[in-house]
């Protein structure tokens, strides 16, 4: 069945440059694309970037000159960085199949020193 | 970017009570709309995609409808299960998010 998993450092400190993995299963990277998406604690969810089954991406507005989201399809892993983090980025993070109609349990990440 | 403008934010009904949550886009969204359900702790759960199609193994009593700009939710009869939060997002030009409907018990 259809599944993804987020995984990352769940601490970083400010102005370094975040890195998380979704591993998906169930799917092909090159039929299907993937978002990641965050939520800050207590509030809603904000979309971040997308990679689409061709490989092209689409980013947040807002967050673009901070992101660079890629693939490894070998591996069935989506990679998304982040730089320059703030403790405003302290959020779950979760990446679910284009659509997002599946959704991975998310992972926690804090930005603090 | 396409804004999402959802209400009301919070929400206090009873058990057995009809309830309406609404999304209004900045722009026409061609039904390319979704509903949410999220409980503490967990990820989002799809109830609703493209603006009224029940997603598989979504109880009945969940309904969605709308075009253009203007989509609601609707809980026909409210169960205690039902506590959560609730999102709409649009998927026409990229995706936004709306800002979420708290919705408790009386």
């Known amino acids: 069945q259809v599944q993804l998993k987020e995984s990352g450092p769940g601490l970083v400190q400010p102005s370094r440059t975040l890195s998380l993995t979704c591993t998906v299963s169930g799917f092909s990277l090159t039929s299907y694309g993937v978002s990641w998406v965050r939520q800050p604690p207590g509030k809603g969810l904000e979309w971040i970037a997308a990679?689409?089954?061709?490989?092209?991406?689409d980013y947040n507005s807002a967050l673009k000159s901070r992101l660079s989201i890629s693939r490894d399809t070998s591996k069935s892993q989506v990679l998304l960085k982040m730089n320059s983090l703030q403790t405003e980025d302290t959020a779950m993070y979760f990446c679910?199949?284009?659509?997002?109609?599946?959704w991975g349990q998310g992972v926690m990440v804090t930005v603090s020193s | 970017d396409i804004q999402m403008t959802q209400s009301p934010s919070f929400l206090s009904a009873s058990v057995g009570d009809r309830v309406t949550i609404n999304c209004k886009a900045s722009?026409?969204?061609?039904?390319?709309l979704n509903w949410y359900q999220q409980k503490l702790g967990e990820a989002p759960k799809l109830l609703i995609y493209?603006?009224?199609n029940l997603q598989t193994g979504i109880p009945s009593r969940f309904s969605g409808s709308g075009s253009g700009t203007d989509y609601t939710l609707t809980i026909s009869s409210l169960q205690p299960e039902d506590v959560a939060t609730y999102f709409c997002l649009q998927h026409s030009s990229k995706y936004t998010f709306g800002a979420g409907t708290k919705l408790e018990l009386k």
């Open positions: 990679i689409w089954s061709g490989g092209s991406t």
């Open positions: 493209n603006t009224n």
């Open positions: 679910a199949r284009s659509g997002l109609y599946y």
């Open positions: 722009q026409n969204i061609n039904k390319y």
